[in-house]
T-cell receptor, first 114, second 115 residues
Framework: AQSVSQHNHHVILSEAASLELGCNYS??????LFWYVQYPGQHLQLLLK??????LVKGIKGFEAEFIKSKFSFNLRKPSVQWSDTAEYFC????????????FGTGTRLQVFP | NAGVTQTPKFQVLKTGQSMTLQCAQD?????MSWYRQDPGMGLRLIHY???????DQGEVPNGYNVSRSTTEDFPLRLLSAAPSQTSVYFC??????????????FGSGTRLTVV
C-alpha cells in the first residue's frame, strides 16, 4: 500500500541550528516528491519538488532536499533555521505508474526559538 | 487572482445535517482533490478527480460524495454529518503529472465543526 512516513513529529531548534527532516515512502517505482510548508493558520505552500534529474533539489527560503532512490527517502534540510521557519512541514508523494494520487505524510511540527 | 477558491471558510453543522463544500479553480487544471487535515494525522485524501466526469476514492472516502461535471468545480458533499467529520478540509488542483511545471495548488481551507 502507498504510504509516506515522517518520523520526526515535533522538532525544537534554536535559531541558526541546522535542520534535517526525514521522509520515507513505502515502495519504489516512478515517483514525484514534494515538500510543503504550512505556517500557523495558513494553507499549504510548496517548498520544493523533485521530478527527475539531479537528486539534490533546491527550493524556496534556503531549503533543499535530497532524493535517495535506494532508501526511498526524500529528506528536507536547511543549514541555518530562522524563527520565521516555525511551521508544520509535510512530505508528499505521487506514484506515477500507479494511481497518480498525492499522498501525504503525517507532518513534522518545527518550532524555532530565538 | 488565479487559484483555488473554497467556500465557506467556516461552518458549523448539527449531526445528521448535509452540506456541500465548494471548490473552484480557474487554472484549467485537470486534477482536483479533497483532503481533510486532523492533528497528528497530516492530510488524508478523501476523493480525487483526474478530469471532468471522472472521480475516484482516496484514503478516507466514507461519508463523502463528489462529482466533477466541469473542469473548474469539484464540490464535496457530506451526506449526513457526524462529529468524526469535524476537521479542516482542503481542496487542491494540479495539471496532470508530467505536464510542464505541474504541482498542486491548495485552497485556503474550510473549517467544519459538527456538533
Amino acid at each position: 500500500a502507498q504510504s509516506v512516513s515522517q518520523h520526526n513529529h515535533h522538532v525544537i531548534l534554536s535559531e541558526a541550528a541546522s535542520l534535517e527532516l526525514g521522509c520515507n515512502y513505502s515502495y519504489g517505482g516512478t515517483v514525484n516528491l514534494f515538500w510543503y510548508v504550512q505556517y500557523p493558520g495558513q494553507h499549504l505552500q510548496l517548498l520544493l519538488k523533485y521530478f527527475s534529474g539531479d537528486p539534490l533539489v533546491k527550493g524556496i527560503k534556503g531549503f533543499e532536499a535530497e532524493f535517495i532512490k535506494s532508501k526511498f527517502s526524500f529528506n528536507l534540510r536547511k543549514p541555518s533555521v530562522q524563527w520565521s521557519d516555525t511551521a508544520e512541514y509535510f512530505c508528499a508523494v505521487i506514484w506515477l505508474d500507479d494511481t497518480d494520487k498525492l499522498i501525504f505524510g503525517t507532518g513534522t511540527r518545527l518550532q524555532v526559538f530565538p | 487572482n488565479a487559484g483555488v477558491t473554497q467556500t465557506p471558510k467556516f461552518q458549523v453543522l448539527k449531526t445528521g445535517q448535509s452540506m456541500t463544500l465548494q471548490c473552484a479553480q480557474d487554472m484549467n487544471h485537470e486534477y482536483m482533490s479533497w483532503y481533510r487535515q486532523d492533528p497528528g494525522m497530516g492530510l488524508r485524501l478523501i476523493h480525487y478527480s483526474v478530469g471532468a466526469g471522472i472521480t475516484d476514492q482516496g484514503e478516507v472516502p466514507n461519508g463523502y460524495n463528489v462529482s466533477r461535471s466541469t473542469t473548474e468545480d469539484f464540490p464535496l458533499r457530506l451526506l449526513s454529518a457526524a462529529p468524526s467529520q469535524t476537521s479542516v478540509y482542503f481542496c487542491a488542483s494540479s495539471l496532470s503529472p508530467g505536464t510542464g511545471n505541474y504541482g498542486y495548488t491548495f485552497g485556503s481551507g474550510t473549517r467544519l465543526t459538527v456538533v
